[in-house]
C-alpha cells in the first residue's frame, strides 16, 4: 500500500455495517444455549462483513443509514460487499452440500475455528462426575475471558441440537469443542502479547554487495515464485487498539495470521481455571494429565493432497502448498519455503528449519573437503611406504609378535596386519592434520555467520526484543511458590522462590544427574571389560582367518552394543530429566527450557562420546610391557594394533553415529505413520460406508502429538551430530559427509512430519535456537583441543615425522621396525607361578597362515628357535630386562606435547579473528531496525499531540469524545 491513510476505509465500512446488525442479545445464533454465552455474545460478528443474501436488514432502533438511504447506490454497495472470500466459499460449498473446508467453520459458516479441544465421555458414575464439573467450569471461563465455543461431535451434529452431550465418534463418545476469537478479544490480547504488525512499507535501499548480486543469479535451488510469494516488506511496530488506524489492514480476516490467532487462544487455555476453589487448578495441560480432555490442538488448514496438479489448479490451502513445495522427497534439493512455514507453524518451529537449512548448507563445504581428503588417502595408499613395510612378506613383515592375550594366544606374524595399516592410513595421513584445522575453524565460520543470519530472520519476522520483554511466570510456578515479592522491573507483587529454598531441589538434581553419569561410566566399563574378553578369546580361536579378525570383530561387536545402551539410557534420562526441572520449581518457560536442555545434553555428551574418547585417549596408552602388562580390574588391558587405533574410533563413531541417526529416523517416522493409520481406521471406514464426513477436526485428533517439547529431540540430535562432526573429525573425515546426507533426508523427513503425521502444534514464538547456541559454540571449542590430542596422541603422524626427520633422514623406511620394542619370551609375566606365554599344549605359533601345534614336523623348529624373540608396540628397552622407555619415547611425548599447544593456539587465534571480522549484524538490518523504530516513535508522538487536541476542543465544544472519534475517522477517510 502506499500510505496507512488508504486503510480508514475498512475501518469506516465495519462502523457503517454495525449499523445494519441486530443488537447481540437479539442477533444471537441458536446453536449455542447456554446462558453463559449470553455475557459475551459475539463479539466481532457486529464488525463482521455482510453476508451474500442478507440485502435487506431492518436498522435497530436509534440507528440511521450510513452515507445514502438508497440501498441501490454504488457507495453503499461498496460498503456492504464482503470482502471474506473464504468465508464465501466456503458458505457455498456448504450450500451445495460439497466436501470442502467447511470443517474449517463454525456452523454458521463465518467464524473460523482457531481451536480444538477434544475428550471422550466415560462410564456414569463419580469420577466421570467430577471430570463433567472441571469441564463445565474451564468452559464458562474460557467464554468469560471472550472467547466463543461450539461443541459437536465427530459426524458434524451440534450437542446442543442433539439435546445430549454423547456424541457418535470414535465409538460414540469423543466431543470435539470448536473455539473461536471474536475480534475485539483477538484486539485486545494482540495488544497484551506485544504482537507486531505492519505500519509502512520498507523503504530502506537493500545493500548492494558480491554476495547479493551472486543470490539473484538463478538457480535450480529457488523456489517457485509462481507458488511461494515473497512476502511484503513492512516496517512493524507494537500492536495498540487506540491507534487501530494507523496499521495496515486490508481486512479484520486476514490483519491476523491463524498462527497468530491460535497462539492466542493457546495462552487463554495455558491460565485457564477449572477449580475455582483452588488456584493451582488451572490450565489445558493439568486437564489432559487429569484425563479430562484428550486433546488440544489448532486445525490444518484441510486436506495436504489434492488429486489435481498444483500446475493446473494451484493449491488447495497452505497444507497443500507445504507439502508440495516442501514436505515432498522430490524437492530435497530445493530451498525450503521458510516464510509459508513461519506463517503456518509460528516463529519457533521456523526457525528451527532455518537453522537446520543453514547447518545442511554449512555441511556441503565440511563433507566436500572431508570427501577430498579420504578420496587423497585412498589414491595415495598404495605409495605409503610404512603399510607397505608391514605388508611385506620378509621384513619386517615378518615379524613374531607377541601373543595378544595370555596363556592362550599364539605368536603371529605382523603382516597379519596389512588390511588394518592400510585401513588405518586413509584416514591417518598428512591431508588429516589440514581437515581437522579446516573442520574447527569451520565451527566458528559456522557459529558466527548462523549469528548474523538469526538476526535477519529476527528483524524479518519481528522478533527483535521478544525476551527482552518481561516474561510472563509460568503457571506452575505461580501455583506452588511459597512466597511474594515486588518484581523490580513491574513493580508488582508476583509469586517468589528464594535461595533457600531453591537450593534443596537443585541439589537433589545434580545427585541424580551425577549417578545417572555414574551408571553410564559403568557402562563404558562393562564394553571395556567385553571388549578385553572378546578380544582374547576370538584371538584364541583355532580358526586363523577368525584370529587375525579379533580387533575388527570385537570393535564392531562392541559399538554396537554400545548403541543399544545408549539408546536405551537416552529413554530412561529423558523422563529423569523432566522430572527434575519440573522439581526445580523454574520462574520463567526460558528458564526452565535451558535448565532442562543443559541436562539432556550433558547426559548424551557423556553417554554418546565417553567410548570414542576411552578409544581414543586411553585405549593402549599405558598397556606395559611382556614382562609386565598393564591393566583393568585384574585383566590385561587392550593393546592398539601395530597400525594403531585410529581404526577402532573410525569404526565406533561410524556405527553410533550413523546407527542413531537411523534409529532416530525409523521411530520419527514410521512409528507416528503405523499408529495414526490405525487410530484413523474408523473415521475412514465410516465416512467410506456412507455413515458421515470424517471431519477436519476428527482427522486431526486421530494424528501423533508433537509434545510439549516436541523440537528438543531435533535439536539434541543435530547437536550430537555437530559434535561427531567436529570433536572426532580427525578420525573420521567422511563425518561430515554422512551428516549431509542424513540431514538432507531429515529436513523433509521433518516436513512430511510435521505436514502430515502431526496434529499442528500452537505457533509459539522464540528469538533464537536458545541455549543450542551456546552448546554449539561450546562443542566447536571443544573439537579444537579434542582433535589436536587425537591427531598427537591417537594417530602415527607425530611418531612417524619424529622419524622421517630425526633418524629416517627425510624417509619412512624403517620405521616399522624402530617402533616396535624387542622382548625375550624367556621373561614373560608369571601368574600364578605359570607364564602369560603361549600355551605349548596347544600351539605357540602361526606358520603360513595355520597354527604349528605341538607334535607337528615344525612345532620344534618354531616353538624352540624362532620364538625367543617376540616384538610389541611402544619404545621400550629390549630384549632383556629393565623395559624402561628409550628416550625416543620421550622425544616423541615431548613433541606431541608442543604440537597440542602449537595447534591450539594457531586455531584459536584464528577463530578469535573470524569472530572480529565478521559482524553479528548486516549494516542493512541495522539502519533498518533504527528507521522502524524512529517511525513507531514518529506515530506515537503526532497520535499523543492529535489526542490533546481533540480533548481540547471537545471540552471547548462540550461534545461527546465518542462523537469526536466518529467524526475524525469520517473526516480522515
Known amino acids: 500500500m502506499a500510505s496507512s491513510g488508504a486503510n480508514y476505509k475498512p475501518l469506516l465500512k465495519d462502523l457503517a455495517l454495525s449499523a445494519n446488525y441486530p443488537s447481540a442479545a437479539e442477533g444471537q445464533s441458536s446453536i449455542n444455549k447456554d446462558p453463559s454465552t449470553a455475557e459475551i455474545g459475539f463479539e466481532g460478528y457486529e464488525n463482521q462483513n455482510k453476508p451474500v443474501g442478507t440485502e435487506n436488514i431492518e436498522l435497530a432502533e436509534g440507528e440511521h443509514q450510513p452515507l445514502n438511504s438508497d440501498p ?88 446442543e441440537q442433539q439435546g445430549e452431550e454423547e456424541g457418535n465418534s470414535a465409538g460414540g463418545k469423543t466431543i470435539f469443542i470448536k473455539i473461536h476469537v471474536p475480534w475485539d478479544t483477538m484486539l485486545r490480547y494482540a495488544e497484551e502479547l506485544k504482537y507486531k504488525m505492519p505500519i509502512q512499507d520498507n523503504d530502506i535501499d537493500e545493500e548492494v554487495t558480491l554476495l547479493s548480486c551472486l543470490q539473484k543469479i538463478p ?95 494451484g493449491p488447495l490451502n497452505d497444507r497443500h502448498l507445504l507439502y508440495e513445495e516442501w514436505a515432498r522427497p522430490g524437492r530435497w534439493y530445493k530451498k525450503q519455503p521458510l516464510d ?91 591431508a588429516t592434520v589440514f581437515f581437522a584445522a579446516f573442520m574447527s575453524l569451520w565451527a566458528t565460520t559456522f557459529c558466527e555467520f548462523w549469528k548474523r543470519r538469526q538476526n535477519e530472520i529476527d528483524y524479518d519476522w519481528d522478533l527483535f526484543g521478544f525476551e527482552d520483554q518481561e516474561e510472563n511466570c509460568r503457571p506452575q510456578f ?45 557402562s563404558v566399563m562393562g564394553i571395556i571389560v567385553y571388549r578385553i574378553a572378546v578380544r582374547a578369546a576370538i584371538a584364541a580361536v583355532s580358526d586363523n582367518f577368525i584370529s587375525s579378525q579379533a580387533s575388527i570383530i570385537t570393535s564392531c561387536t562392541a559399538s554396537g552394543i554400545s548403541l543399544i545402551i545408549i539408546m536405551s539410557l537416552q529413554i530412561l534420562y529423558d523422563k529423569i530429566a523432566t522430572f527434575l526441572t519440573d522439581f526445580e520449581l523454574h520462574r520463567t518457560e526460558t528458564d526452565y527450557e535451558d535448565s532442562y536442555t543443559f541436562k539432556m545434553y550433558f547426559f548424551a555428551f557423556v553417554n554418546y562420546y565417553s567410548s570414542s574418547f576411552y578409544i581414543a585417549f586411553f585405549k593402549g596408552k599405558l598397556p606395559g610391557n611382556p614382562s609386565d602388562y598393564g591393566k583393568i580390574l585384574g585383566l590385561r588391558q587392550e593393546e592398539c ?43 475412514r471406514a465410516e465416512e467410506k460406508e456412507g455413515k458421515g464426513r470424517y471431519e477436519q477436526w476428527e482427522k486431526d485428533f486421530d494424528l501423533s502429538d508433537l509434545g510439549p517439547r516436541g523440537l528438543f529431540k531435533e535439536y539434541l540430535e543435530m547437536a550430537v551430530q555437530f559434535g561427531f562432526t567436529t570433536i572426532f573429525v580427525a578420525a573420521f573425515p567422511l563425518a561430515p559427509f554422512f551428516a549431509l546426507v542424513n540431514n538432507l533426508m ?164 584464528c577463530k578469535f579473528a573470524i569472530d572480529y571480522f565478521i559482524p553479528d549484524m548486516p549494516e542493512h538490518v541495522r539502519n533498518a531496525i533504527k528507521r522502524e523504530n524512529y517511525l513507531a516513535q514518529k506515530a506515537l508522538h503526532d497520535f499523543s499531540i492529535q489526542q490533546a487536541a481533540e480533548k481540547k476542543k471537545a471540552k471547548r465544544k462540550g461534545n461527546d469524545p465518542g462523537a469526536a472519534e466518529a467524526a475524525r475517522t469520517w473526516v480522515n477517510w
Not at 487501530?244 to 493457546?266: N, P, Q
Not at 573437503?369 to 615378518?398: K, R
Open 219 to 313: 538457480t535450480p535451488f529457488e523456489l517457485s515464485e509462481e507458488f511461494i510469494k515473497p512476502e511484503p516488506n513492512y516496517f512493524t511496530a507494537a500492536f495498540t487498539r487506540e491507534r487501530i488506524s494507523d496499521f495496515i489492514m486490508e481486512s479484520e480476516e486476514t490483519f491476523f495470521t491463524h498462527a497468530e490467532r491460535s497462539r492466542v487462544v493457546h495462552e487463554i487455555l495455558e491460565v485457564c481455571r477449572y477449580d475455582p476453589d483452588n488456584k493451582t487448578k488451572f490450565g489445558i495441560e493439568h486437564m489432559i494429565a487429569n484425563k479430562c480432555y484428550a486433546a488440544s490442538y489448532p486445525l490444518h488448514e484441510g486436506p495436504h493432497k489434492s488429486e489435481h496438479s498444483l500446475l493446473t489448479h
Open 641 to 683: 594394533d601395530p597400525a594403531g587405533c585410529l581404526q577402532e574410533l573410525f569404526i565406533n563413531i561410524a556405527i553410533v553415529m550413523c546407527g542413531k541417526q537411523f534409529f532416530n529416523n525409523f521411530m520419527e517416522i514410521f512409528v507416528p505413520i503405523a499408529l495414526n493409520f490405525w487410530r484413523s481406521r474408523g473415521g
Open 478 to 522: 505461580e501455583a506452588k511458590a511459597p512466597d511474594k515479592r515486588i518484581n523490580p522491573v513491574t513493580k508488582v507483587a508476583e509469586p517468589f522462590l528464594s535461595l533457600k529454598q531453591r537450593f534443596p531441589r537443585f541439589t537433589a538434581a545434580i545427585l541424580s544427574i551425577a549417578f545417572m553419569i555414574c551408571l553410564v561410566l559403568a
Open 72 to 159: 441501490d447506490s454504488a457507495q453503499e454497495k461498496e460498503l456492504i460487499e464482503p470482502e471474506d472470500a473464504e468465508a464465501q466459499e466456503a458458505k457455498r460449498k456448504k450450500e451445495t452440500d460439497e466436501p470442502s473446508e467447511n470443517d474449517l467453520f463454525m456452523r454458521d459458516g463465518r467464524r473460523r475455528i482457531d481451536y480444538v479441544i477434544a475428550y471422550q465421555k466415560g462410564e456414569e458414575g463419580e469420577s466421570e462426575n467430577k471430570k463433567n464439573k472441571k469441564r463445565k467450569e474451564f468452559e464458562k471461563n474460557l467464554r468469560e475471558e471472550g472467547l466463543e465455543l461450539e461443541i459437536e461431535d465427530a459426524e458434524g451434529v451440534s450437542v
Open 746 to 909: 531429515e529436513i523433509r523427513l521433518d516436513a512430511f512430519k510435521f505436514v502430515t503425521q502431526l496434529r499442528r502444534p500452537y505457533a509459539a514464538r522464540a528469538q533464537d535456537i536458545g541455549a543450542w547456541y551456546a552448546i554449539l559454540l561450546g562443542v566447536g571449542n571443544l573439537a579444537v583441543l579434542t582433535n589436536a590430542c587425537v591427531i598427537a596422541f591417537t594417530s602415527e603422524f607425530i611418531p612417524r615425522e619424529v622419524y622421517k626427520y630425526a633418524v629416517g633422514e627425510g624417509s619412512l623406511s624403517g620405521y616399522i621396525d624402530y617402533s616396535l620394542a624387542r622382548f625375550n619370551t624367556s621373561n614373560f609375566e608369571m601368574i600364578d607361578g605359570e607364564t602369560s606365554g603361549p600355551n605349548p599344549d596347544k600351539y605357540s605359533f602361526v606358520y603360513d597362515g595355520y597354527p604349528v601345534e605341538a607334535g607337528d614336523e615344525y612345532y620344534d623348529m618354531y616353538a624352540n628357535e624362532t620364538v625367543s624373540e617376540c616384538r610389541y608396540r611402544g619404545y621400550y628397552n629390549g630384549p632383556n630386562p629393565p623395559y624402561d622407555h628409550t628416550i625416543d619415547h620421550w622425544k616423541i611425548l615431548a613433541m606431541k606435547l608442543v604440537f597440542v599447544l602449537l595447534y591450539e593456539h594457531l586455531i584459536f587465534a
Open 340 to 430: 509459508a512455514i513461519r506463517r503456518y507453524y509460528g516463529e519457533k518451529i521456523g526457525l528451527y528449519f532455518a537453522w537446520l537449512g543453514f547447518y545442511t548448507e554449512a555441511l556441503t563445504w565440511a563433507a566436500l573437503v572431508g570427501f577430498i581428503v579420504f578420496l587423497y588417502g585412498c589414491f595415495t595408499v598404495a605409495f605409503d611406504a610404512v603399510s607397505d613395510d608391514l605388508c611385506n612378506a620378509g621384513n619386517p613383515g615378518n615379524f613374531t609378535m607377541c601373543p595378544q592375550c595370555s596363556g592362550r594366544c599364539p605368536y603371529w606374524l605382523l603382516s597379519s596386519s596389512c588390511f588394518y595399516a592400510k585401513l588405518t592410513y586413509l584416514f591417518d595421513n598428512g
